[in-house]
């Protein structure tokens, strides 16, 4: 039995709580140890670090009052340590964090890209170094969703998009929710070198286009990933929230050569035990490439264990990627969620929008809005204790760009068109309340409709098509309208939309036509 230990006394019931039913050969040791000097190894006078969280990807242990671990491990185990609130990890040249150990002796099976070369024996201790820090409860994370380059080319759009305007930014770290890259995982260095030059640690989440395509099964197929950015689930703490890092992608295998939205038994059972150890008071943040729950159809298979396993807790969120549209859901017992309140899930837009296709600027860069009319470019979750408010920001220098307004006659020269306003605002969902002024005159609210913006829609399905043949427009979640009984009058006039959006934030923007 594997005993966590607390203060220097066994707890067993705790661990018979937190710890996972399958028990292997080997043990590893080690100490978590608080780092003060940030070289990476222990020194004399470096003490350990008590109750501290170490993983193997199914059990959870806790440190003594030594900060000594013990957790059992097989040949092909990564485990690794759950940043605690108030210290940082050590970070790579390409600040990706290092808080993790790989044991495969033998290295990975042999996969077109290549994996984890052979570790050899186990070290007599495995020691996992924590940097004290500052750590703020009111902070802010970066999201990038599908930055997917599948040329050396689109790696640079990634940077001349995105990576530019975000260099010196004062978030605390960023995370990666999947489709790092575009199936060709030996662009992951110079991905990675470009990323790190933002100048924040970055976590990474596996996307279906991450994994090992020629891989025989699922337990093969994150090879590679391990190889790059270490687990393919874990956890953080930052402030007073608990980020947790899934691998919802179920490779079906080389034959069957398709893949589903799956978490599995295993890493559902390591989600129960790394949350018994998170106080009931925290904000849980699931990170994930493909959602639970989308209004385009798109789904976890195992989303319902995932809702029961946080059923009691009372502050909750998601962010996922995957789709090419941008889209907030607030799931409740019709989806499913039978938990306190509302479950907040945010579907990002994406970074490569859709997939870099579309008519190029004057910078050589594709225009690539998503699927739903949304420019590309990323997210922001800013903490305030476990409050949160989250934002989108657009690629190509413009970050905030929040809406595209389509003045009466601009979608066409028919009757309707001409009495038509329409008004995508990027960022808001069925709770935002939209309202025109034209003219200077009295506000007047707009319609709520789910309809494909009509500037992607010629982008991806008309006269401008150019890029990726898949990329097709989607009815988009976020588009208002207003039928005017008669179209404006002859001349120049100024129409002012304005947004109260889910989170109470007002914002306008104005257009002359």
């Known amino acids: 039995m594997v005993l966590s230990k607390w203060s220097g006394w066994a707890v067993l019931g705790l661990s018979l709580a937190i710890c996972g039913t399958t028990f292997a050969a080997q043990t590893a040791t080690g100490v978590v140890f608080d780092d003060h000097n940030a070289n990476g190894k222990r020194d004399d006078g470096e003490p350990g670090i008590a109750g501290v969280a170490v993983s193997n990807q199914d059990d959870v242990v806790v440190t003594d009052a030594d900060g000594k671990y013990e957790i059992p491990i097989t040949d092909d185990t990564i485990f690794f340590v759950v940043k605690p609130a108030g210290y940082r990890v050590p970070v790579n040249n390409d600040n990706l964090p290092r808080f993790y150990y790989i044991h495969k002796p033998q290295g990975s099976p042999h996969s077109y890209y290549p994996g984890v070369a052979p570790t050899g024996p186990l070290p007599e201790s495995v020691d996992f170094p924590l940097i004290k820090v500052d750590e703020p409860d009111k902070f802010s994370v970066v999201v990038f969703a599908d930055p997917q380059p599948e040329t050396s080319q689109e790696v640079l759009y990634v940077r001349d998009d995105v990576v530019h305007q975000l260099v010196g930014t004062s978030a605390a770290f960023g995370i990666t929710v999947g489709d790092i890259m575009f199936d060709d995982l030996g662009m992951y260095d110079m991905y990675n070198h470009i990323v790190g030059q933002i100048g924040i640690p970055f976590y990474n989440v596996i996307g279906n286009h991450d994994m090992n395509y020629d ?114 859901n607030f799931l409740t017992a019709e989806n499913g969620w039978h938990g306190h309140g509302v479950f907040h899930e945010l579907v990002s837009g994406t970074v490569s929008g859709s997939w870099w296709s579309g008519p190029k600027d004057e910078r050589g860069v594709p225009i690539a809005d998503t699927r739903d009319g949304s420019p590309n470019g990323y997210s922001t979750l800013e903490f305030d204790g476990t409050d949160y408010v989250t934002s989108y920001h657009a690629g190509a220098g413009a970050p905030d760009d929040a809406m595209r307004i389509y003045p009466p006659g601009s979608t066409g020269r028919d009757s309707d068109a001409r009495k038509t306003l329409l008004v995508n605002v990027f960022d808001c969902s069925s709770k935002c309340i939209v309202e025109f002024s034209l003219d200077g005159g009295d506000w007047v609210s707009m319609d709520r409709v789910i309809i494909k913006d009509p500037f992607v829609e010629a982008m991806l399905d008309g006269v401008m098509r150019s890029g990726k043949a898949w990329a097709t427009a989607v009815e988009c979640q976020h588009m208002w309208r207003y039928e005017f009984p008669e179209p404006p009058g002859r001349g120049t006039h100024v129409v002012t939309i304005r947004v109260v959006d889910h989170f109470g934030r007002e914002y306008s923007r104005s257009k002359v036509f």
């Open 215 to 328: 891989a025989e099964d699922d337990d093969n197929s994150d090879e590679t990933f391990h190889r790059h950015f270490g687990p393919n689930y874990y956890s953080w703490d930052y402030g007073k929230v608990h980020f947790v890092a899934f691998d919802d992608v179920k490779w079906m295998g080389r034959e069957a050569g398709h893949y589903v939205g799956e978490l599995g038994e295993k890493q559902l059972q390591w989600l129960k035990n790394d949350l018994a150890l998170v106080p009931m008071d925290r904000l849980v943040v699931l990170t994930m490439h493909i959602p639970l729950t989308t209004a385009g159809g798109h789904n976890l298979n195992d989303k319902d264990q995932v809702f029961e396993l946080l059923k009691d807790r009372p502050k909750v969120l998601a962010v996922a990627g995957h789709t090419h549209f941008h889209e907030h």
